[in-house]
């Protein structure tokens, strides 16, 4: 049996197409991909995502717990404030990438991947060594993403908080239609000013805090969006998606990560592999890719080639950009092809399509 989020009735009586994501039956769009993707481009969209996981780390060492599993550094955090990190294995290989959040001292939510959630559990209490509780919240914690130019508009009718004053990867506890204790999160992945609402299913009413967005937002043009919309969002603005541009054979490094690598903060999970890593210098790295033959639509694991027609790398993520009316992708290509505006070629169906290598994001 496939889990469901407290607003599948809503989807399915919308009419949305409803496809498994993680072991979860998730709407994947309700009227087109293009129509709920140029919402949230243009003006607002939401999201049901209550499919990812939610953990509560508690205790004197919660902190320790977090940076002994995370390679970003946790202990720049104050409360409020939000982070983006990712857990390695040993040799470097990504386990899932995820979101730190601090409520307060020896406080904070883990959001963790949604096909991800009992494997992110596991690895974490295994490596629990520290005065430090794991809780796993996933299962009562609804989350919402509301995204566009039009969302601070469409959520403020609903909340006395100011929501201008929510600054990027931070978040406030506030009141939203009538419910208190909801999470408002000036967070996202769609690359557009928004927020992730985050609250518990037995203490607020699901389907009357989704028809209070849904209305508030209707003068603004608002759009239910499914998966479908939230992937090729991600890709226009180069978000990596577990499993295909991030894996556990792929290390942050050569994943564009290094940014949030910090291998300075002392010792955590996988740090030896990717010291090694650096020091020898990386052999691939994941890169963005546009194809201007329109017919030429790249996708997950087709091959990348050389000039000299020498197999080079494989995409990750590629589709059509719905903004741009380009074909865009993500993949690993060898180091010595990586350069921007180098030109390599994607085997689609059979033929080669030349692409240019860019630096993401494609749609700024």
């Not at 481009?41 to 995370?70: A, P």
């Not at 390679?71 to 995820?98: F, H, P, R, T």
């Not at 967070?187 to 989704?210: C, R, S």
């Amino acid at each position: 049996m496939l889990k469901r989020t407290p607003f599948y009735d809503i989807h399915e009586q919308a009419g949305a197409k409803i496809i498994d994501f993680g072991g979860f039956d998730m709407p994947v769009q309700y009227d087109s991909i293009r129509k709920e993707h140029n919402a949230v481009r243009e003006k607002v969209g939401m999201f049901d995502v209550s499919h990812m996981g939610e953990f509560y780390v508690t205790g004197d060492e919660s902190l320790d717990l977090i940076q002994h599993v995370t390679i970003n550094d946790a202990s720049k955090l104050v409360s409020g404030k939000a982070q983006y990190s990712a857990m390695c294995y040993e040799d470097g290989g990504i386990v899932d990438d995820l979101l730190v959040y601090m409520l307060g001292e020896n406080e904070y939510i883990l959001v963790v991947n949604a096909s991800n959630i009992e494997k992110d559990f596991e690895w974490i209490a295994e490596n629990n060594s520290f005065d430090a509780e794991l809780t796993n919240l996933s299962d009562d914690t609804c989350l919402l993403a509301v995204q566009g130019p039009k969302s601070v508009e469409t959520l403020q009718k609903l909340t006395d908080t100011d929501l201008s004053s929510i600054k990027f990867y931070t978040f406030e506890l506030g009141t939203l239609a009538g419910y208190e204790d909801v999470t408002l999160s000036a967070t996202g992945y769609t690359g557009e000013k928004g927020f992730e609402l985050y609250f518990n299913k037995d203490h607020v009413d699901p389907e009357a805090i989704w028809n209070a967005i849904m209305e508030a937002g209707e003068e603004f043009g608002i759009e239910p969006c499914g998966l479908g919309a939230r992937d090729t969002l991600r890709l226009e603005k180069g978000f990596a998606l577990y499993g295909n541009d991030i894996t556990k054979d792929t290390h942050p490094l050569e994943a564009r990560m290094g940014w949030l690598t910090k291998l300075d903060k002392g010792d955590f999970i996988g740090r030896d592999a990717l010291v090694k890593a650096k020091e020898e210098g990386l052999s691939r790295k994941l890169v963005g890719l546009t194809i201007d033959d329109k017919r030429s639509i790249p996708r997950k694991g087709y091959a990348i080639f050389d000039e000299e027609d020498n197999e080079i790398g494989f995409v990750t993520s590629g589709s059509r950009s719905i903004t741009l009316g380009t074909n865009i992708a993500m993949g690993y290509v060898d180091i010595n092809h990586g350069d921007e505006g180098s030109s390599v070629f994607v085997e689609i169906r059979n033929k080669k399509a030349e692409a240019a290598v860019t630096k993401p994001p494609f749609v700024k």
